[in-house]
């Protein structure tokens, strides 16, 4: 098994542009999540999907979409880029997230907007 | 103030020291995740614990769920161990489906 795989692993970005982080799993999980992680804050929720057709809000959507057209693919698409989109970019899955199993995690993509 | 936080921020210790890391919360939770990032940015989960103890290697996780504490312990720890450990709760709240995630302790143990 490959895990989760993301990519791209770097990008930059000019203000307006926009792009896709493209996330794929393949453990046949349900849970798929994006996180943002900016320094001295804990991960932050952008998305997530309890499964194939179904997503929902994290704390911080905005500027962002997802689509869950199939079990292993997640992909995070970034409007119209802005400065404060800098950050790093995790994907994760898991089996369920209603009873709690492990998290598993991809290798990040660090995103900046100039 | 939120709803994880974790103690210490830094911490830095020789190798063979035994380790700490503190987490509390201030919600009702179901299950805590401790995980671990590596320099290289990577992370992975170590535990997943929703009552007592749970053990790994030299890795000892343990919950109070009446305290609302948590504690990652590290025994003989090693330069290897260094990394930033984060500890993340899922609430207890049906259809709030999402893991808070404290801001990490960040570990350094000196040769």
């Known amino acids: 098994n490959a895990g989760v795989t993301q990519t791209p692993k770097f990008q930059v970005l000019k203000t307006g542009q926009s792009m896709t982080l493209q996330c794929a799993q393949d453990?046949?999980?349900?849970?798929m999540s994006w996180y943002r992680q900016d320094p001295g804050m804990g991960l932050r929720l952008i998305h997530y999907s309890v499964g194939a057709g179904i997503t929902d809000q994290g704390e911080v959507p905005n500027g962002y979409n997802v689509s869950r057209s199939t079990t292993e693919d997640f992909p995070l698409r970034l409007l119209s880029a802005a400065p404060s989109q800098t950050s790093v970019y995790f994907c994760a899955s898991s089996y369920s997230i209603i009873h709690s199993y492990e998290q598993y995690f991809g290798p990040g993509t660090r995103l900046t907007v100039t | 103030k939120n709803e994880v936080e974790q103690s210490p921020q830094n911490l830095t210790a020789q190798e063979g020291e035994f380790i700490t890391i503190n987490c509390s919360y201030s919600?009702?939770?179901?299950?805590l995740h401790w995980l671990q990032q590596h320099p290289g940015g990577g992370i992975v989960s170590l535990f997943m614990?929703?009552?007592g103890k749970k053990k790994h290697g030299r890795l000892i996780a343990t919950i109070n769920i009446q305290e609302k504490h948590s504690s990652l312990h590290i025994t003989a720890s090693h330069p290897r161990d260094s990394a930033v450990y984060i500890c993340a709760v899922k609430i207890s709240n049906f259809g709030n489906e999402k893991l808070t995630f404290g801001t990490g302790t960040r570990l350094t143990i000196i040769p």
């Open positions: 614990l929703s009552s």
């Open positions: 453990m046949n999980h349900e849970y």
């Open positions: 919600v009702g939770i179901s299950a």
